[in-house]
């Protein structure tokens, strides 16, 4: 049972579409990070929330992290092939922060 | 340039045949894992280290063994390989473990058990 779900697990869109990706779990945690993962690459972070409410952007992209720390969501903005990847989602458990939970990931294809 | 090292990349073998993946970081991170990546199933971790001579289990540390003798290196070896351990292998570090710090992963290494 994966701790964390993540939904879609698949999304294809057109350029310029947006996409939101949502992580989900029944458990709290002390912090979530979002990373993206390229083909034949190891993933990389894009961003970490702390705090319950917390709305990051960076760029073209929104994270949010629920109020009750929860689950996160990843909204991408006027989406570019660019942004094609794996889409993974960890949250930090609050006892043994030290220890991240992996989702299962969103595969996010962008068309030209 | 900063970054995690693993070797090798790519790796076909038999089963029962021991194996090591090797990982290095050159960031002095104190913090180093290593984690199987399935389809569906997402990351999970195998083995983790806090510090030189400081290891732990993960989630998923049947038929794993990890050693942390210097900073720098944390080498996974699977001591006899089955079929079931064939995946991709991300070995990972981060400064000092904690949740909100990134973790750097390199570039993963597919392993294939026949």
């Known amino acids: 049972t994966q701790l964390l779900e993540q939904s879609p697990q698949f999304l294809s869109i057109q350029e310029g579409e947006n996409l939101t990706v949502y992580c989900n779990s029944s458990s709290v945690f002390s912090s979530l990070q979002w990373y993206r993962q390229e083909p034949g690459e190891g993933p990389v972070l894009l961003v970490t929330?702390?705090?319950?409410?917390e709305v990051k952007k960076l760029k073209r992209l929104t994270f949010q992290f629920g109020d009750a720390r929860k689950d996160s969501s990843l909204h991408i903005t006027a989406a570019q092939p660019g942004d094609t990847g794996l889409y993974l989602c960890a949250g930090a458990g609050l006892v043994d922060d030290y220890k991240l939970s992996f989702g299962a990931g969103t595969t996010v294809t962008v068309r030209a | 340039e900063a970054q995690v090292t693993q070797n090798p990349r790519y790796l076909i073998t038999v089963t029962g045949k021991k194996l090591t993946v090797t990982c290095s970081q050159n960031m002095n991170h104190e913090y180093m894992s290593w984690y199987r990546q399935d389809p569906g199933l997402g990351l999970r971790q195998i083995y983790y280290?806090?510090?030189?001579?400081?290891?732990d289990k993960g989630d998923v540390p049947e038929g794993y063994k990890v050693s942390r003798k210097e900073k720098r290196n944390f080498p996974l070896i699977l001591e006899s390989p089955s079929p079931n351990q064939t995946s991709l292998y991300f070995c990972a570090s981060s400064l000092f473990g904690q949740g909100n710090q990134p973790q750097h992963f390199g570039d993963g290494t597919r392993l294939s058990i026949l």
């Open positions: 929330v702390v705090t319950g409410g």
């Open positions: 280290s806090m510090n030189v001579e400081v290891t």
